[in-house]
């Protein structure tokens, strides 16, 4: 529907929708049907629902109009009939609501799809032809049918004749004088269980003669409340409405199911027509009416459902925490979060939108709960405004303030280091200026002397660094300048002075102690240097070896007294140097002598016999544990005559520790091993080694093959 339609203009409170295939949920009870032959069309009847402020409700059936003044929205509310004979034969538009200042509301929304093939509520689903539908209350003919109507042989029933239908009487009357939308409404829709037949013995008659009990048609229009509304009433429809004679039926209604834990319900009239309900809780609760007279007996079943009080919308608050922030450059980073905002039913939606802010700033604000900025490098104030949105599309906002400053930059702050006291010969010093500091960063380092001390001699080494090396230093005092520059070009200076004194004490005197002589097996001795002095203190010793015959070890070569081990025959020269707190050094050498007095002869060790299997690419014979008091000076490996000649000896290896024979064959190898000390002393020691034969040798094939090398 156009709503910008002048037509429109009078239904302000009119959904645009065209329900295709919808029905009013009320049916026939939903109110009053006025038929509107002038109207043919969707929109015209519409337009005539529009000009009058009793039509709530369109209802177009194929090309006739409806217009339905309603009883209760409630009733009206449109229900989806997915039968293949509703379609597009109808359609529903909601015009106005009953209440004149309310609005359709969880309307619009469409509940969905209700499945009637059970409960058959009012819209049958067997008719044929929504025009002219047949009635389903047909009678059993167990005896003659009324006038209008016949007996159906295939269902045993009396069936109205063609061009007559049933009313709501139970009668058959002619089609002509019935409305296509109270064919449509009529009572096949409603929610009716028939009892089976069934035959007892009437009271009076002779107890052989039986007579048939007749169905009776029974319905039952289910209702459905909302809280805090909690009262029904269930009336009972039967066909024919009483017994012939004005006769009354018998009337017992039966709960048959209820909300799980609902206790407070309570049931008035149980034996009337009306079944009044009060005191119901939320869910759904399901009744039985049975309804009997004399030879006729019906049910049915209906259901009350009890909806939940409708939710009373309260709008959402936005919050957003830090509510304000401030960040100081070169920061430029920050979060707002907005995730603590809160709605009795849920937020949907959440917007960030730049209330205020710097020239030149244009940030991208994603819509989250959370908003993370990256780019605020320009100084100044910035207000975002944070807006959330609940499902009834209530909106709330709250704003956060963010404030970015300028860090102020300070100048640095030089520090040369503390005063400094030397005395000759000791004329050289480290000034130290890395106490020296900035709020940032210092770019720039220059260390000067003073222009007092211009003529004064001193070697200044690495003076654009904090630290300065100085060394000629001669008596007397020097002042240096120590200047600091940051990347702002801002600088400060500091002064330290040096001060050169003459010597004030003699440099200390070394002793390594007496020289000393020890024969082996001894190969470890003492040096002692505790006989050093120094007019004031010696701060530091260091022992070395000058020279010797072999590399030594010291325990504690920083110590005045120290170990020396791995000594061998020889001569060993050793040096003392100590140094007191002026830096003066002194050195003494000291000597020892290790002798060898008694010579115990070498012990040979060939390696033991062994065997080994071919294949053997190298033969190994060890010697390597072989020993001697002092050392060993001579190694001889000879083949014994008894061995197996075959064999190469790789070069050099017969006069080492190690022998190694390659080209080795099945059989026995016998050689002799000679060991020999510096003083001649020997000793000799054999070995076998038994080389096997392959044991796959007979599975291996020799091939000859008359081919050139390169060809291969």
């Not at 597009?88 to 309307?107: E, F, K, Q, S, Y």
């Amino acid at each position: 529907l156009d709503l910008d339609s002048p037509q429109w203009r009078d239904c302000p409170q009119l959904l645009p929708k065209v329900l295709i295939g919808y029905v009013p949920r009320g049916n026939e009870s939903a109110g009053v049907y006025k038929k509107n032959s002038d109207a043919v069309t969707t929109p015209s009847c519409v337009a005539l629902c529009c000009e009058q402020p009793s039509c709530n409700v369109v209802f177009m059936f194929k090309e006739t109009c409806f217009l339905i003044e309603c009883e209760s929205d409630s009733l009206c509310e449109p229900v989806l009939r997915e039968e293949p004979q509703f379609g597009n034969n109808v359609r529903m538009v909601l015009v106005r609501p009953v209440n004149a200042g309310g609005r359709w509301g969880d309307i619009s929304d469409m509940p969905p799809p209700v499945d009637y093939s059970r409960d058959k509520l009012w819209f049958s689903n067997n008719l044929q032809d929504l025009d002219m539908a047949e009635s389903s209350l047909d009678k059993v003919c167990m005896m003659d049918c009324p006038d209008h109507e016949h007996c159906s042989v295939a269902t045993g029933t009396c069936v109205c004749d063609d061009g007559y239908l049933r009313n709501r009487q139970g009668d058959c009357i002619s089609a002509g004088n019935m409305t296509a939308v109270s064919a449509l409404l009529l009572s096949p829709s409603r929610e009716s269980t028939e009892s089976p037949s069934s035959t007892k013995v009437s009271e009076g008659l002779d107890s052989t003669s039986k007579l048939p009990v007749q169905t009776l048609h029974v319905s039952v229009v289910s209702k459905m409340v909302r809280l805090p509304e909690n009262g029904a009433a269930l009336s009972a429809y039967t066909i024919p409405a009483e017994l012939p004679g004005g006769e009354k039926y018998n009337y017992e209604w039966t709960l048959i199911s209820q909300p799980e834990g609902s206790s407070k319900g309570t049931m008035t009239d149980k034996n009337g027509e009306t079944l009044k309900l009060s005191n119901l809780s939320e869910g759904v609760y399901k009744f039985k009416v049975a309804v009997s007279g004399p030879g006729v007996y019906g049910e049915a079943l209906a259901n009350v459902t009890v909806m939940p009080p409708k939710r009373i919308n309260r709008p959402p608050v936005a919050i957003v925490k830090p509510a304000s922030k401030t960040v100081k450059l070169p920061n430029t980073g920050a979060v707002l979060d907005g995730s603590s905002s809160y709605d009795d039913d849920g937020i949907i939606a959440w917007h960030w939108e730049l209330q205020k802010g710097p020239l030149g700033y244009q940030p991208y604000l994603q819509d989250s709960p959370t908003l993370v900025l990256n780019n605020l490098n320009i100084t100044g104030n910035y207000t975002f405004t944070l807006t959330v949105e609940d499902s009834d599309h209530e909106k709330n906002s709250t704003v956060a303030n963010i404030t970015v400053l300028q860090m102020p930059d300070y100048p640095p702050v030089a520090n040369a280091g503390q005063d400094v006291i030397l005395y000759l010969p000791h004329n050289n010093v480290t000034l130290n200026g890395s106490l020296s500091s900035d709020d940032k960063v210092i770019v720039n380092w220059e260390w000067t002397k003073s222009p007092s001390d211009q003529d004064k001699a001193v070697d200044m080494q690495k003076t654009r660094t904090p630290y300065l090396e100085l060394s000629n230093l001669e008596e007397g005092m020097y002042t240096f300048i120590l200047k600091v520059t940051d990347e702002a070009d801002q600088f400060d200076t500091s002064t330290v002075h040096v001060f050169v004194k003459p010597p004030t004490n003699k440099p200390p005197t070394a002793n390594a102690g007496k020289n000393m002589t020890v024969s082996l097996p001894q190969t470890t001795v003492l040096l002692d240097g505790s006989k050093s002095s120094d007019d004031i203190k010696i701060v530091s010793w260091n022992w070395e070896m000058v020279s010797g015959p072999g590399k030594v070890e010291f325990s504690a070569k920083n110590e005045s007294v120290t170990n020396v081990t791995s000594l061998t025959k020889g001569q060993y020269i050793f040096k003392l140097t100590v140094t007191d707190g002026n830096g003066n050094i002194a050195a003494n050498t000291v000597s020892v002598t290790v002798t060898q007095n008694s010579n115990s002869p070498p012990k040979a060790n060939a390696g033991g016999d062994h065997t080994v299997e071919l294949p053997v690419d190298v033969l190994v014979l060890n010697g390597t544990q072989s020993r001697d008091d002092l050392a060993i000076a001579k190694w001889l490996w000879t083949r014994e005559p008894t061995s197996l000649a075959i064999g190469s000896i790789i070069a050099g290896t017969d006069t080492s520790p190690v022998l190694m024979l390659t080209n080795v064959v099945a059989g026995r190898y016998l050689f002799r091993l000679k060991v020999t000390d510096d003083q001649g002393e020997w000793d000799e020691d054999t070995v076998s080694v038994i080389v096997k034969p392959d044991p796959h040798l007979y599975h291996l094939v020799e091939l000859t093959l008359n081919i050139e090398a390169d060809k291969l």
